[in-house]
Each structure stands twice: as structure tokens, then as C-alpha cells.
């Protein structure tokens, strides 16, 4: 009696902590990738480098029903690599716990690649679109009548716009996650949709790779003069 009575183990709470470490691991190779791919430099270019934090005032969560989401904050750098006023490149988002009425508690990450098209206004002040697509992550506390929910990940997309004041930078940005949740204890499954509006703000940091010239043609002409 005193063997059975032992407390072990659920088998659900074993998937619950492969779940959750699953997730974790996932978030740090998505950033490692991200930093591991900002380094291809081309040489002939400008780079920006964006920090950008964000507030979404509201939030949806999408299948059969609407379900309503608090605010939550998010933090998003961006490397852009940028020809004549026209920057690509790639970020990583990442969302911060937020509650979702009537269904938990959500985080969420994200890697994508991303458009900019600049239109200069005054010196050193420019408006922009934004364009982003990619690949996002959800992390839950999330049920179905009692069975633990996995999320399996899908396709991310934003767009917007913001201006650029001397570096400092202001957006409204439209983002969408693709997710499927899936039982583990069942063969039950969901296809959700998160999206939200957020206020991002960030500053710029600007360098730019072009190799200068050793000798200029006016230094040339002086040495032949010389000679």
C-alpha cells in the first residue's frame, strides 16, 4: 500500500514539460538563426539596424469564434540592408505573455524577412511602407475540454507603415500568426489565427560598407604632376 501510494509522475505532466522545453529550444535557434543571418553583409550597401518596441492595444484570436486579448508589449530588432531608399532585410519578433479572454494566457515568436520602400521627405526625415513574411511560434497555456494543446507554429505577415524622424522611428503595423493546436491526448486539432495592431517605437543606427577608394583622381593627377 505504502509502494502505490507513492507519488510519481503523470504521463501528462511529462508531455507538458517536453512541450514547453520543446518551445524554449525552438525560440533560441530561431534567434540564433536570426543573428547567424544578419552578419551576410553585402559590401556595396548601406545597413540599418532597428530596436523597436512595440504596444498592441488590442488583440484577436481567430477559429470558430472571436476571442478578445489584452494589451501586450513586444520587442522587435531588424537588420536592413539598404539601396537607394529601397531596405530589405530580416528581424525577429518577439511577443510578450498576454491574456486571451476565455481561452489562456499567449507569447509568441517570430522570424521573417522584410520590405521597406523610403520616401525622403526632408533631410534625414523619411515616411515607409512595411512589408514582412515569415514563420511564428505560439506558446500557451491553452485546453480543449481538459487535453493540453501543442502548438505546431505557421506563417507570419505584416504590414504597415511609419515615419523616420533623424533615426528615431514610429510605426503602425497589421500582424497576422497562422497556428494549428493540436491535442496531445487526442486526435483534436485547430486552426487559429492571432493578429493585432501595433504602435512600434525604435531608433535607427546607420553604417554603411562601401569600400572607399585608396587613391582618388585628383590625388593620381597631383603624383603625375609630381613625377
Same mark, same amino acid.
Given at each position: @500500500?505504502?509502494?502505490?501510494?507513492?507519488?510519481?509522475?503523470?504521463?501528462?505532466?511529462? @508531455?507538458?514539460?517536453?512541450?514547453?522545453?520543446?518551445?524554449?529550444? @525552438?525560440?533560441?535557434? !530561431?534567434?540564433?538563426?536570426?543573428? /547567424?543571418?544578419?552578419?551576410?553583409?553585402?559590401?556595396? *550597401?548601406?545597413? #540599418? &539596424?532597428?530596436?523597436?518596441?512595440? !504596444?498592441?492595444?488590442?488583440?484577436?484570436? +481567430?477559429?470558430?469564434?472571436?476571442?478578445?486579448? +489584452?494589451?501586450?508589449?513586444?520587442?522587435?530588432?531588424?537588420?536592413?540592408?539598404?539601396?537607394? #531608399?529601397? *531596405?530589405?532585410? &530580416?528581424?525577429?519578433?518577439?511577443?510578450? =505573455? @498576454?491574456?486571451?479572454? +476565455?481561452?489562456?494566457?499567449?507569447?509568441?515568436? #517570430? !522570424?521573417?524577412?522584410?520590405?521597406?520602400? &523610403?520616401?525622403?521627405?526632408?533631410?534625414?526625415?523619411?515616411?515607409?511602407?512595411?512589408?514582412?513574411?515569415?514563420? %511564428? &511560434?505560439?506558446?500557451?497555456?491553452?485546453?480543449?475540454? %481538459?487535453?493540453?494543446?501543442?502548438? =505546431?507554429?505557421?506563417?507570419?505577415?505584416?504590414?504597415?507603415?511609419?515615419?523616420?524622424?533623424?533615426?528615431? !522611428?514610429?510605426? /503602425?503595423?497589421?500582424?497576422?500568426? =497562422?497556428?494549428?493546436?493540436?491535442?496531445?491526448?487526442?486526435?483534436?486539432?485547430?486552426? +487559429?489565427?492571432?493578429?493585432?495592431?501595433?504602435?512600434?517605437?525604435?531608433?535607427?543606427?546607420?553604417?554603411?560598407?562601401?569600400?572607399?577608394?585608396?587613391?582618388?583622381?585628383?590625388?593620381?593627377?597631383?603624383?603625375?604632376?609630381?613625377?
Amino acid at each position: @500500500r505504502d509502494l502505490h501510494s507513492f507519488p510519481t509522475r503523470r504521463s501528462s505532466d511529462l @508531455r507538458t514539460f517536453k512541450c514547453h522545453g520543446g518551445a524554449q529550444m @525552438r525560440k533560441i535557434l !530561431i534567434l540564433s538563426l536570426c543573428m /547567424l543571418l544578419s552578419t551576410a553583409v553585402p559590401a556595396q *550597401c548601406g545597413v #540599418n &539596424m532597428l530596436l523597436k518596441l512595440g !504596444i498592441a492595444p488590442s488583440s484577436q484570436l +481567430d477559429n470558430d469564434s472571436k476571442y478578445e486579448g +489584452d494589451p501586450g508589449v513586444s520587442l522587435s530588432p531588424e537588420v536592413y540592408y539598404n539601396f537607394n #531608399n529601397i *531596405c530589405f532585410g &530580416m528581424g525577429f519578433n518577439q511577443l510578450f =505573455k @498576454r491574456k486571451i479572454k +476565455d481561452k489562456g494566457e499567449l507569447s509568441g515568436s #517570430n !522570424i521573417y524577412f522584410a520590405l521597406r520602400p &523610403m520616401l525622403k521627405v526632408l533631410e534625414n526625415e523619411y515616411v515607409y511602407l512595411i512589408g514582412q513574411a515569415g514563420w %511564428g &511560434m505560439i506558446n500557451h497555456n491553452f485546453d480543449y475540454k %481538459g487535453e493540453e494543446l501543442e502548438d =505546431k507554429g505557421g506563417f507570419y505577415y505584416g504590414v504597415g507603415g511609419g515615419v523616420d524622424l533623424h533615426g528615431f !522611428i514610429f510605426e /503602425l503595423l497589421f500582424t497576422s500568426n =497562422k497556428a494549428t493546436f493540436k491535442s496531445l491526448d487526442s486526435n483534436y486539432s485547430e486552426e +487559429d489565427e492571432y493578429t493585432m495592431m501595433t504602435i512600434n517605437a525604435g531608433y535607427r543606427f546607420s553604417m554603411s560598407l562601401a569600400k572607399k577608394d585608396k587613391k582618388t583622381e585628383k590625388d593620381e593627377e597631383f603624383e603625375e604632376d609630381e613625377a
